[in-house]
């Protein structure tokens, strides 16, 4: 969905905290946002939801805008186990709305 | 844990012929999806099951059939195969209804060749 965009790829250093922004400026009230990551020959994998307020669970946290224009996922301490691709995606019900994808590179 | 199994992994096929993918899940989980994934690109939602019983289009179905067949199967059916389906399937699963508020749980995918 072009508008759900974040960018196509960053990198971090290993044990440095990393920020993943997203930008899904046409969110509606109803749309939770969502992360997954994928890595290479492998399906998504859940890392956290959200709707307005931040959301903290075990792998990450989740900081949305007060106007729910963007959000940012947070791994407080990147591990080499990190390095996927992040996907960012606005959902409404069974409405899917997929970011492209950021490629995070840890850097040991 | 099984969690969501699809089989087969790896599948080539000719253009024209049909074939079945398998997706089962043991969390019993209410609704399931199949989507496919291109060379370097994001999910896309080809059919939905919201509840046991019922299907619906997502952003691609054209060229694919669906069947619920029971809470924890949802199997995906391409009748006449053609070299635009080459993709990568995944089924996923939710224990809600709709997937607006619970993770999804995917399987590991189904890597599809049509030639």
């Known amino acids: 969905d072009a508008k759900t965009t974040q960018p196509n790829s960053m990198e971090s250093n290993e044990e440095e905290p990393v920020h993943l922004p997203c930008n899904h400026s046409t969110i509606s009230g109803t749309d939770y946002i969502h992360w997954y990551r994928q890595l290479p020959s492998q399906g998504p994998e859940y890392v956290i939801h959200?709707?307005?307020s931040n959301v903290n669970n075990r792998m990450a946290s989740l900081a949305i805008a007060e106007d729910r224009k963007s959000s940012t996922l947070i791994l407080h301490r990147a591990t080499l186990r990190d390095a996927a691709v992040y996907y960012c995606?606005?959902?409404?019900?069974?409405?899917?709305?997929f970011g492209t994808g950021t490629s995070l590179t840890v850097i040991p | 844990n099984a969690g969501v199994t699809q089989t087969p992994k790896f599948q080539v096929l000719k253009t024209g012929q049909s074939m079945t993918l398998q997706c089962a899940q043991d969390?019993?989980?209410?609704?399931m999806y199949w989507y496919r994934q291109d060379p370097g690109m994001g999910l896309r939602l080809i059919y939905y099951?919201?509840?046991?019983?019922?299907?619906d289009k997502g952003e691609v179905p054209n060229g694919y059939n669906v069947s619920r067949l029971n809470k924890r199967e949802f199997s995906l059916r391409l009748e006449s195969a053609a070299p635009s389906q080459t993709s990568v399937y995944f089924c996923a699963s939710s224990e809600a209804t709709t997937a607006s508020n619970q993770p999804q749980h995917f399987g590991d995918g189904t890597r599809l060749s049509i030639l």
């Open positions: 959200g709707l307005t």
């Open positions: 995606i606005r959902i409404r019900g069974n409405q899917f709305y």
């Open positions: 099951s919201a509840s046991e019983g019922t299907t």
């Open positions: 969390m019993n989980h209410n609704s």
